[in-house]
C-alpha cells in the first residue's frame, strides 16, 4: 500500500474525532513545549554567563594565594602572602602559553573630587592588565612601565566613578582626583565594561600601577592575585599546567607539598558558575520528558479504543483486500501522526512561552535546534513505540469476527 | 464465456467448540461458471454463511479442494488471500459496511487504496465509472447518513464492482430493505448480470428472492439438499413497475 495512501487514511480518521485527538495529543504537546522552554532558559541563562564570564577578559588565567597553614593557623585569603615580584618575574622569565602577566592588589576607600566624594576600589596593576582582560580605554592613555616603575600617581578611571565624581559631564583628562590624601592624575578613561557574573559593577574601579598601591598607600610587597593570559582559547589548560609549575618552582614547593595557590581559568570559572543551572536544567527536562511519557501512554489508550471502535472497519477493509500489514501502517501511521502533530504544536507553544518569557520577565532565553531536534525525534519514537501494539492488535483480527463485530 | 471460476470439491468445513466438532459443511462439490447468477439458499445453521465465507476467501476449508479462477485457495497464505480478495472477488454485505463520515466515492475507490496498481486519478475514474453502473453518479460526494438504505447499498455495489472481480459475493444484500427497494437492488444485480455479465453469488434465506436469479443451491446441515437451474426466472424490473407507486418519495434516481 502506498504511503499517500496512508497517510490520507490516517489523517480522515485523526480529523474525524478532532477532540479526542487534541486531547490526546494534549500530553505531548505539554510535554514538548515544556521540554523546549526548560531546555531555552536554562541554555539561556548559561549563554549569559558565559557572556558575562567573557567580558572578564580573553583567555584569562587567575592565580588566587591559598590559605595555607603558617604556625598552625589557617589564615584566609586576603592575608596571605604567597604572591609576590618573584612570581612574576618568574612567569615572564621564559613564557610558553602566556604573554601578558599583571598582579593585582586593590584597597577600598574614598575618592574625593572637590565637593564630590565616592567609595570605590583602587586597584593596582599592570599595562598589561588591560590587555588580559581586553579592557580599551575611552579617553586618554594608559599608564606605562615607567610609570609602574616610578610608581607614579597616574590612574585610569572607570565610568561610573567618574559619574559620581563629575557630575557636570566635563573633561576629565588631566584633572586630579584624592584617595586617601593623594592627588592622582586621570590619565585615561576606562571603556564601559558592564555588571560581572557575580552583580558587581565593574566599572566602578580605578586603575593605577601597582606600585603606587603598594609603595604610596599600602605598604606592601605582596600581591592579591595575579591575572595571566593564554595565548589562545586552545591553550588554556596548557597555560594554566605552565603557572602551576612556575610557582611550584618559584615558591620552592617540594612533590609532598600542596599548592599554597589556586590557579582558575575562565572555562573553569564557567563551568563552576553553571554547574547549578545545568542540574535545574536537566532535572526539568527529566520532569518535562516523563510528561511526554505520559502522553505517549495516552496515545496508547486511545488507540487501544480506537482500534476496538473501529474493528467493523478493520473487518471491512480486511475483506476488500487489506493485508495485516495494511492494517499496522494505518494504526501505526496514526499514532505517528497524533504524536508528530502533538510534537509540532508543543514546539511552536515552547518557542512561543520562550519568547514570552524573555519578553516579560527578561529572563535570557536560547531555543536550541537540538532541543528542536530532540524532541520531535522523541514523538516520533513514542508514536511507534506506543501505537505499535494497538496497531498489531488491529492487524491480527479475524475478518469474519470483525466484520460480525458490533 | 463458459469457463470455469468456481471449482469446489468435496469440500469440508469442521469447527471444534468445546470437545464437539461441528460440521458446517460436509463433502459439497459444484462449480460455478462466468457469467451464472446463482443464489445459496438455506435456514440458518445450514452452512450457507460458512460456504459463502470460504467463497470469499476469508477461511480455509478443512478439507477439500476450492480453485478460484484456477487458483488453489487452500494453499495460499493470509497475505496471498487478501489479495486474492481484493483482485478477484466483490463483497455486498447485508449491513452495507461503508465507512461512516466518508463520501460515496470515496467508499468506492476503497478497495483499491489496497492496490499499487492503480494511481488515484485512475481510482477516481474507476469509482465513478462504478457508481455510474449503480446510477449514482450525481450523489458521489454524499455521505451514507444522507443517503437512504437502498442507495446506500448500491453504493456498496459499486465498491463491489470497481475492481473488476470474477465474481460478486452477496451475504443477505436486501435483508436490511424493504420489499421495493429490494426489488431495486434485484432490478440492478440482474442487469449486472444480465447487461455487464458479472457473475453473482447471492446468499438469500427468501424465496421470492431467490427467483430473480439463474440458479439456485439449496444447503440442508451442511450439505446440498438441491441445485437446481432455474427455469422461471422472475425479472425484477416487471415485478417492480407492478408494485403501487410509492406515495411519499422515490429512491430512484437514475
Redesign the interface.
Known sequence: ??L??LLR?AW?AII?NKMRTLLTMLGIIIGVAAVIAMTAIGQGSKQSIEGQIKTMGSNMIMIVPLSNVQGGVRLDNSSVQSLDENDITALQKQPVYINAVSPVVSVKGQVINGANNWSTTIQGVYPDFLFIRSWPLKDGVAFTNRDVKSAAKVCLVGLTVIANLFPDGEDVIGKSIRFKNIPFKIIGVLSKKGDNSFGQDQDDMILTPVTTVQKRILATTYYQYIYASAIDEKSTDSASAEVEQVLRKSHRLTASNENDFTVRTQAQLVSMLTSTSSILTILLTVIAGISLVVGGIGIMNIMYVSVTERT??IG???????????ILMQFLIEAILISITGGLIGIIIGITSTKAVTLFLHWPTAVSESSVLLSFLVCFITGVFFGYYPALKASKLD??EA?RYE | MDSVIVDIKNLKREFKIGEETVKALNDVSFTIKTGEFITIMGSSGSGKTTLLNILGCLEKPTQGQYLLDGTDVSKLSKNELARLRNKKLGFVFQSYNLLARTSAIENVELPLLYNNEFSASERKEKAIKALEAVKLKDRMYHLPSQLSGGQQQRVAIARALINDPVMILADEATGNLDSRTSYEIMELIQELNDVHGKTIVFVTHEPDIALFSKRTITLKDGKILKDAINTNIGNAKAVLEKLPAPEEFSTTTA
Open positions: 500500500m502506498r499517500s495512501n487514511i480522515r474525524r467493523k472497519e471491512l477493509r480486511m475483506s476488500l483486500g487489506a493485508r495485516g500489514r495494511d475478518p469474519i466484520l
